[in-house]
């Protein structure tokens, strides 16, 4: 199951916190039950919207990303970047 852009960045920011690391897309494909394939695609397009940063062994949340968190929107309507369909199945 693909989570949606939202829920994604919750749980990268949320393991990053707690275990004080990079995440890869092997670890949302883990968690979420999904392909690594698709987990690249969307951390690449988190990447794209200025969400994660690339670093050296994975992936770690923005400043934006945690300001976006902040706002509590919780999958509400929010425009981020306007092709999110390709990590969100529900679009496709």
């Known amino acids: 199951m693909t989570p949606s852009p939202y829920r994604l960045l919750e749980f990268v920011v949320g393991t990053y916190d707690d275990l004080d690391r990079p995440l890869t897309p092997?670890?949302?494909?883990?968690?979420?039950?999904m392909p690594r394939e698709r987990a690249d695609e969307c951390f690449d397009r988190l990447v794209e919207c200025a969400l994660l940063a690339?670093?050296?062994?994975?992936?770690?949340?923005?400043i934006t990303a945690?300001?976006?968190?902040?706002?509590?929107?919780?999958?509400?309507?929010?425009?981020v970047d306007a092709d999110l369909d390709e990590c969100d199945p529900d679009q496709q």
Not at 54 to 62: H, K, L, N, S, V
Not at 69 to 74: M, P, Q, S, T
């Open 66 to 79: 945690r300001e976006l968190l902040e706002l509590n929107i919780d999958d509400e309507f929010v425009v």
């Open 54 to 62: 690339r670093i050296d062994d994975g992936y770690r949340p923005t």
């Open 26 to 33: 092997a670890d949302a494909a883990t968690r979420f039950g």
